[in-house]
């Protein structure tokens, strides 16, 4: 069965198909350019900043489970650049690996 777009469905078909490979045009892709790492970003907007500040200001998220202290160590270990370590890479392998069997 050929699958062209979410409106036309069709069963196998001969020569004289009513569609052919190339008729569509691909998705509009990134060029990838050697040489070039591509990175992920992430952006906080300034409102969700002041919504955090303010929590934590309030002190809303003292009583809960979030523990301040180490997501502060860790964002600051992961603007170093130092998070990632081949250990806790380890760690978190053998966690997964105990948990799926």
């Known amino acids: 069965m050929d699958i062209f777009g979410t ?3 069709h069963g ?3 020569i004289t198909a009513p569609h052919q490979a190339g ?3 691909k998705a509009n892709t990134t060029e ?3 040489g070039v790492v591509s990175r992920d970003e992430v952006e ?3 409102k969700a900043q002041r919504m955090t ?5 309030a002190g809303t998220m003292d009583n809960s489970d979030i ?3 180490l997501v502060n160590r860790i964002r600051a270990e992961i603007a170093n650049g130092t998070y990632e370590t081949p250990e806790k890479l380890e760690i978190a392998m053998e966690r997964l690996l105990n948990r799926i069997s």
């Open 7 to 9: 409106h036309i469905i």
């Open 12 to 14: 196998s078909q001969g």
């Open 23 to 25: 008729m569509f045009k």
């Open 32 to 34: 990838v350019k050697p």
């Open 44 to 46: 906080i907007s300034s």
């Open 53 to 57: 500040e303010s929590r934590e200001v």
């Open 67 to 69: 523990r301040l202290d």
